[in-house]
């Protein structure tokens, strides 16, 4: 009989070359024989890898346990449906287990099969048999001195009874030493629930051998040879969520591409090939009442059973045997058949499809169904507005074209749409709108205008919503006067802001709970912006009390990270460490995701994280407080790029400092409606220019701002004064550092003096510690060393216990030595041994390194010498006394300082040098 099989059936495929190595997974397999599972289970749908994980996971236990196991392999086709031939071919691979035994079931297989018959069944008798053999192998009352495995490949294939009741047969009789091994598209009709709850099954869905990125990494690169980014592969990833052959059609597509990201970008399951495989290997295997299911249902994101019911309208005429199942029936057998539907919950209640699986069932429906899809997305706004979910409604609706009525739901839920912070969500549906059905709403004409703020729209624009909504006969005085509230606190009028404020709570009732939540952050911000001594505790519990009663989820937050921010100011960095956290936790959903608002307090602990030299964490939060920001408004990452740009200048990247500064430069012309953004981000960009030596541009800022004239004219500040004058002190605080670097330090000590009161009264402890800083530098300067110790020490008992670093190691080498010379007066200085320690010697070796490479030729040691002494007031003659050469020679050694250095003069060359920590 064994003559006339195939003996390619029974191969073991070889390992692929360039195999993707899957040691996690191997590991779990590993585990399900150590741990004696009698089946192991591995079901996904097509293109997974099932054959080559199995093949791979074969060969390491050869090569582990060579002596230890044996291992039979059948791959199975339809043909093996006809039970006599699937146990012909199922002796045949036990062959190795038992030899010369297992020869003899052949035989009885041969001779008995035609003649046996019910009630006694056939293929029970023959396994009967067989297990008896292979027991009989071992030595009697000794265990079995090998492990054995049987793979079953391509299960899915084998639809006849007899042989599922066989193998379920088979493992309620499995010898100890024996595991079945099973690869499937779809779920065996076998006792898997038994199983599972006697803990002898091992399962392995597509969620387990989905690539992970690096896998997707390796796979694309070493297999493919595509060289990719990051971002590409992340994007790939994401589209085709790790099925491998998904990542396969996109990879030989994109050897012919030259835009991969492009490629990338548009991958989509109507791809030729994508859809040519999903349509073979999957879509046209179903009957064509399951079709008629997955095109119809296709339209939604998510399916549950009552809402797919809903979709497909009254019961479809009989198609076939499975034409009369309800959808939860047939979602259970498109699970049950690894049709490409994800569960979303552990109850099995909502679902979705694979993406490139949906992509092709959407394209397919508007080719072959185009006059159904409105039908469709109408049936499914309903059902979601009956259940009590506007939002996928109003998607719906949208989809459908019936315009009118996703303009009323949008009116209708606006106000809870916002209060949960979901701008984005409500401008795309705005937006998908025409103007004129936007007019005649004013509700939506007055949120879209306070949004449009946000984003930074022109002026213009939003007088136009406002206008529109005046106009359209309605009585919005509130809305109206909560709006004009908002932008004069953007303009930076905090007077004008507090009035409005106070009349629009007036105006407003208090069902308009959204509304009602912005004026009153937006009083209680005016009063602590004008008021020196406000109860910070008790202005801000009061408003954020309020907001969460009333679900104002996005005022909450806003209200949380205003503390914060309060409260960093205030010099109380941990106190606000804990706000911004507890922003963020509000910021965050049931599902553990953080909603577009959280980006606001990402970027505050990101810019503690920096002030306190946590550079790569502060690195992480702005970086996804941008990612997030940029959801919540145009704008909105302009904070964030600022504190990256200190961050990437910290972390010695000059260049990435500078790219992040001129995106917020970017982002502030864009806001355009206030000079407050393009004045808070030119401070910062000079500050960049004065740490990269670039003291020239700085100056063009300092003429431009008028600043130069506080150094006769001492800086005076008032409560009331509007916000751009009290940007003046820290204007003054570049201004300070420019003629220090210019080699007038006693023009900085008399500028500074008087900002010293004005801090004090401000309430600003990070920027008194920053004055003393920049005092102790122009003594040093002015070779008062004892007043620089004295400054530095006023510094350092103001900075120790909110832990302010970067404030001292931003100044770079000059503070470096003021540092040491401190603590080589004062052991006891602990705070300046630890900001010295903050430096640590791998960074010292490191600036070396990148001074040297910064520098067209290496200073020699005698240049060196004196570039120390141009910090000084010696003249060439007097340098020339004090090194015993020729004031020529000087002359001459200068010039070349210069010429390494990039610089024109002796005040450039001490900046340069002290900014690459030469001196």
Known sequence: MSTQLLQTKLYIPPLRPNLVPRPRLLRKLDEGLRLGYRLILISTPPGFGKTALLSEWVHSLRTQRATALQVAWLSLDEGDNDPTRFLAYFVAALQPFAPGRIEESEAYIGAEMPRLRPPQPPIETVLTALINKIAASSAPGEPPSRLQVIVLDDYHLITAQPIHDALTFLLDHLPPQMHLVIATRADPPLPLARLRARGQLLELRAADLRFTFQECASFLGQVMGLNLSAANIAALEARTEGWIAG??????????????????????????????????????????????????????????????????????EPMDRLAHLSGKEILEYLERNNLFVVPLDDERRWYRYHRLFADLLRQ???????????????????????????????????????????????????????????????????????????????????????????????LEVI????????????????????????????????????????????????????????????????????????????????????????????????????????????????????????????????????????????????????????????????????RLSEQWTEVGPLEAYISLARVRQAQGDETGALEAIRKAEELALRFDFTELDDLVVDLFQAWLWIVQGDLAAVRRWAEKRDLYQYIDSPLQERADDPYEHRLRKYELLILARLLIAEGRPGEASKLLKPLVPIAEWRGRPGMLIEIHILQALAAQALGNTQQAMTSLQRALSLAEAEGYTR?????????????????????????????????????????????????????????????????????????????????????????????????????????????????
Not at 365 to 391: C, I, K, M, T, Y
Not at 400 to 414: M, P, S, T
Request: charged share 25%; proline share 3%; with cysteine.
């Open 463 to 626: 007088e136009a919503r406002l206008q529109a909504a005046e106009s359209s006969g309605a009585t919005v005085p509130g809305g109206m006067t909560a709006l004009r509230a908002l932008i004069a606190a953007f303009q930076g009028q905090v007077a004008r802001t507090a009035e409005l404020s106070q009349r629009a709570l007036e105006q407003l009732s208090e069902e308009e709970r959204f509304l009602r939540g912005v004026v009153t952050w937006l009083l209680n911000a005016s009063r602590l912006a004008s008021d020196l001594d406000a109860d910070d505790s008790q202005a801000f519990a009061e408003v954020l009390s309020m907001s969460r009663r009333a679900g104002n989820v996005m005022v909450a937050i806003m209200v949380e990270c205003d503390r914060a921010e309060w409260l960093m100011r205030r010099g109380q960095l941990h106190r606000a460490a804990m706000a911004y956290t507890h922003a963020l936790d509000l910021a965050t959903d049931e599902q553990g995701r953080r909603l577009p608002l959280a980006g606001q307090a990402l970027v505050g602990l990101g810019e503690l994280a920096r002030e306190w030299n946590d550079l790569d964490t502060a690195a992480r939060y702005l970086q996804e407080g941008i």
């Open 364 to 458: 397919r429906l508007h080719q072959e169904h185009r006059d159904r899809v409105s039908v469709l997305h109408r049936r499914a706004s309903a059902w979601f507005e009956q259940n009590g979910l506007p939002a996928e409604a109003i998607d719906h609706s949208i989809a459908a074209g019936d315009l009118e009525r996703a303009a009323d739901l949008i009116a209708q839920n606006a106000e809870a749409t916002l209060m949960r912070g979901e701008v984005a969500t409500f401008l795309r549906w705005t937006e998908a709108l025409p103007d004129e059905l936007v007019r005649a709403h004013p509700t939506l004409c007055l949120f879209q205008a306070w949004i449009y703020i946000l984003s930074g729209q022109p």
């Open 247 to 316: 990542l396969q059609v996109a990879a030989l597509s994109m050897r012919e591409q030259k835009d991969l990201t492009g490629f990338v970008n548009a991958f989509t399951g109507s791809h030729r090939y994508i859809l040519d495989y999903l349509v073979e290997e999957v879509l046209h295997r179903q009957p064509e009442s399951i079709q008629s299911f997955l095109l119809n249902t296709s339209i939604l994101d998510r399916l549950s059973a009552p809402l797919c019911d809903a979709v497909m309208g009254s019961p479809m």
């Open 807 to 919: 404030l001292f190691l931003d100044e770079g080498a000059p503070m470096v030595q003021l540092l040491r010379e401190l603590v080589k007066r004062d052991a006891t200085a602990t705070y300046a041994h630890k900001l010295l320690a903050a430096l640590g010697p791998e960074a010292q070796e490191d600036r070396e390194q990148k001074v040297a490479a910064s520098l067209v030729e290496p200073l020699s040691a005698r240049e060196l010498e004196i570039l120390r002494l141009l910090r000084t007031h010696l003249t060439s003659t007097e340098m020339a006394e004090e090194l015993c050469i020729s004031v020529n020679t000087v002359r001459y050694h200068i010039k070349n300082i210069y010429g390494k250095l990039g610089v024109h003069s002796r005040s450039e060359a001490v900046q340069r040098a002290e900014a690459l920590g030469l001196l």
